[in-house]
C-alpha cells in the first residue's frame, strides 16, 4: 500500500502565503509523478498543479504566477508554495501520485490520494 500525506494547510488572510508538503511512503517501485488538486462543496475535483511524466509542470491559469510546485525526488515529497492567496483558493487540497506498484490488477501504475488538507482564506 501506498501512503500519502498532506501536511501544510490551515486559515490565512487574503494575499498570505502557505506551503503544502505531500509525503509518500509504503511499498511501491517508483512514483512516475505527483500533484496537488483541489476540491470545493459541490464542485468536481481539479488540477491545482502538477509534475508531468516528462518532468516538466503544469498549472491551473487561476493559479499561475501565484503557486510553485516543486519537489524532493529522493524523499518522494512534493510542495506547493501557494503565495498570493485569495478567498477563491479556500478548497480542500489533495496530493496525488502516479505510482507504480502491486494493486487490484497486477503491478502498473495507480493513481493514488492523500486524505486531503484544508485551506482556507478569509477576505
Known amino acids: 500500500q501506498v501512503q500519502l500525506v498532506e501536511s501544510g494547510g490551515g486559515l490565512v488572510q487574503a494575499g498570505g502565503s502557505l506551503r503544502l508538503s505531500c509525503a509518500a511512503s509504503?511499498?511501491?517501485?517508483?512514483?512516475?509523478?505527483m500533484g496537488w488538486y483541489r476540491q470545493t462543496p459541490g464542485k468536481q475535483r481539479e488540477l491545482v498543479a502538477s509534475f508531468t511524466r516528462d518532468d516538466s509542470t503544469i498549472y491551473a491559469d487561476s493559479v499561475k504566477g501565484r503557486f510553485t510546485i516543486s519537489r524532493d525526488s529522493t524523499n518522494n515529497v512534493v510542495y506547493l508554495q501557494m503565495n498570493s492567496l485569495k478567498p477563491e483558493d479556500t478548497a480542500v487540497y489533495y496530493c496525488?501520485?502516479?505510482?507504480?506498484?502491486?494493486?487490484?490488477?497486477?503491478?502498473?501504475?495507480?493513481?493514488?490520494w492523500g486524505q486531503g488538507t484544508q485551506v482556507t482564506v478569509s477576505s
Open positions: 509504503g511499498t511501491f517501485f517508483n512514483i512516475n509523478y
Open positions: 496525488n501520485g502516479n505510482v507504480v506498484r502491486r494493486g487490484e490488477i497486477g503491478i502498473g501504475a495507480y493513481e493514488d
